[in-house]
C-alpha cells in the first residue's frame, strides 16, 4: 500500500466508486475482448507484416492503458478514427456500430458469469474485490453517502450490482447513458459538489483508472487508487499502481482487505 504522512482534519462524509476492476470482476479480461477486436477492425483484409502487427498491437495497448475508466463509447470513437487513418479497412462502421460489437463479444463471458450466480454455482464473492463489501458496510455503519459512477451502460452495472448483491449500499448507481456520449463520472461529481452540497475536501473517489483519479484531483477530493488484480481478487496490480501513481493517486491498495487502512485514509477510523 501507499500512503502519506499526513492524515485528515475532517471526515469523508460521500465515498464515489468507480465499479468494474474497483469493486466488481464481473468483466475482468474486457481488454482481452477490446484489444483483438480494434486490431481486426482496423487491419481488415491487410496482412500485417510481423512489424505492422507489433506496431499496432503497442498502439492499441498504449490508448487501452491510457483511456480505462473512460466510456465505452469514447473508445470506440477512437477506434473508428483509427480505421479511417490507417487506410487499411475499407469497411469502416459508426463509433455505435464498434460499441454494439464490442458488447456483444464481452456480454458473452459477463452474462455466463451472471447466470452461473443466478445458479448458485458460483458466489458473489468470486467476483468482489477482496474485503469490499465488509468494507462498504463499514462505510454504512459510519453514515457515509454512497454512490457508483461507471463507464458500462447503465442498466448493465445496476443489474450487475443487484447480482452481486452490493446496490443496497449506493444511494446512487450512475451508468453511462444509453444511446448518448455523456460522461456518468463528471456528472455525478458535479451533483455531488454543486446539488448535494458536498465540498471536495468531504468527497473521496475510490478506482482503478486514470480517469477517476484525474477528476478527484480536479475537483479537490480525496484521490484513492485502487491496483487490483482483476483476477486474484486481491494484492497489487503493478502495471495499475503506476498508472494510478502517474494520475496523482494519494494512496493506492490493491485491495479493501484491510479495512483499518482505507478507514484511516478517509479520516474515518475512530468513529
Given at each position: 500500500?501507499?500512503?502519506?504522512?499526513?492524515r485528515r482534519?475532517?471526515?469523508?462524509?460521500?465515498?464515489?466508486?468507480?465499479?468494474?476492476g474497483?469493486?466488481?470482476?464481473?468483466?475482468?479480461?474486457?481488454?482481452?475482448?477490446?484489444?483483438p477486436?480494434?486490431?481486426?477492425?482496423?487491419?481488415?483484409?491487410?496482412?500485417?507484416?510481423?512489424?505492422?502487427?507489433?506496431?499496432?498491437?503497442?498502439?492499441?495497448?498504449?490508448?487501452?492503458?491510457?483511456?480505462?475508466?473512460?466510456?465505452?463509447?469514447?473508445?470506440?470513437?477512437?477506434?473508428?478514427?483509427?480505421?479511417?487513418?490507417?487506410?487499411?479497412?475499407?469497411?469502416?462502421?459508426?463509433?455505435w456500430?464498434?460499441?454494439?460489437?464490442?458488447?456483444?463479444?464481452?456480454l458473452?463471458?459477463?452474462?455466463?458469469?451472471?447466470?452461473?450466480?443466478?445458479?448458485?454455482?458460483?458466489?458473489?464473492?468470486?467476483?468482489?474485490?477482496?474485503?469490499?463489501?465488509?468494507?462498504?458496510?463499514?462505510l454504512?455503519?459510519?453514515?457515509?453517502?454512497?454512490?457508483?459512477?461507471?463507464?458500462?451502460?447503465?442498466?448493465d452495472?445496476?443489474?450487475?450490482?443487484?447480482?452481486?448483491?452490493?446496490?443496497?449500499?449506493?444511494?446512487?448507481?450512475?451508468?453511462?447513458?444509453v444511446?448518448?456520449?455523456?460522461?456518468?463520472?463528471?456528472?455525478?461529481?458535479?451533483?455531488?459538489?454543486?446539488?448535494?452540497?458536498?465540498?471536495?475536501?468531504?468527497?473521496?473517489?475510490?478506482?482503478?483508472?486514470?480517469?477517476?483519479?484525474?477528476?478527484?484531483?480536479?475537483?479537490?477530493?480525496?484521490?484513492?487508487?485502487?491496483?487490483s488484480?482483476?483476477?486474484?481478487?486481491?494484492?497489487?496490480?503493478?502495471?495499475?499502481?503506476?498508472?494510478?501513481?502517474?494520475?496523482?493517486?494519494?494512496?493506492?491498495?490493491?485491495?479493501?482487505?484491510?479495512?483499518?487502512?482505507?478507514?484511516?485514509?478517509?479520516?474515518?477510523?475512530?468513529?
Amino acid at each position: 500500500m501507499t500512503s502519506s504522512n499526513s492524515r485528515r482534519k475532517e471526515p469523508i462524509k460521500a465515498v464515489l466508486f468507480d465499479f468494474d476492476g474497483t469493486l466488481s470482476t464481473l468483466r475482468a479480461g474486457w481488454e482481452e475482448t477490446m484489444a483483438p477486436m480494434m486490431k481486426e477492425a482496423i487491419a481488415g483484409p491487410r496482412a500485417l507484416t510481423p512489424e505492422d502487427s507489433k506496431s499496432l498491437d503497442d498502439e492499441i495497448a498504449a490508448y487501452i492503458d491510457q483511456s480505462t475508466g473512460i466510456q465505452t463509447i469514447f473508445q470506440m470513437r477512437w477506434l473508428a478514427e483509427k480505421v479511417a487513418e490507417k487506410g487499411w479497412n475499407p469497411h469502416i462502421l459508426g463509433e455505435w456500430e464498434y460499441k454494439a460489437e464490442y458488447n456483444r463479444r464481452l456480454l458473452q463471458s459477463v452474462n455466463g458469469r451472471i447466470a452461473d450466480l443466478e445458479a448458485g454455482r458460483l458466489e458473489a464473492t468470486d467476483f468482489l474485490m477482496k474485503g469490499s463489501e465488509a468494507f462498504l458496510e463499514l462505510l454504512r455503519e459510519r453514515g457515509v453517502d454512497m454512490y457508483v459512477a461507471s463507464g458500462t451502460d447503465h442498466p448493465d452495472v445496476v443489474h450487475e450490482a443487484k447480482v452481486l448483491g452490493v446496490q443496497r449500499y449506493f444511494r446512487e448507481i450512475a451508468g453511462a447513458p444509453v444511446g448518448r456520449a455523456d460522461c456518468s463520472k463528471e456528472k455525478v461529481i458535479a451533483d455531488l459538489l454543486k446539488e448535494k452540497g458536498f465540498r471536495g475536501q468531504e468527497l473521496a473517489i475510490i478506482g482503478d483508472g486514470k480517469v477517476e483519479i484525474r477528476l478527484a484531483r480536479e475537483n479537490g477530493a480525496l484521490a484513492l487508487g485502487i491496483a487490483s488484480d482483476e483476477n486474484r481478487r486481491e494484492g497489487v496490480n503493478p502495471v495499475k499502481r503506476e498508472r494510478l501513481l502517474a494520475a496523482g493517486a494519494e494512496r493506492i491498495a490493491g485491495d479493501f482487505a484491510n479495512a483499518g487502512e482505507w478507514l484511516e485514509w478517509l479520516g474515518l477510523e475512530s468513529r
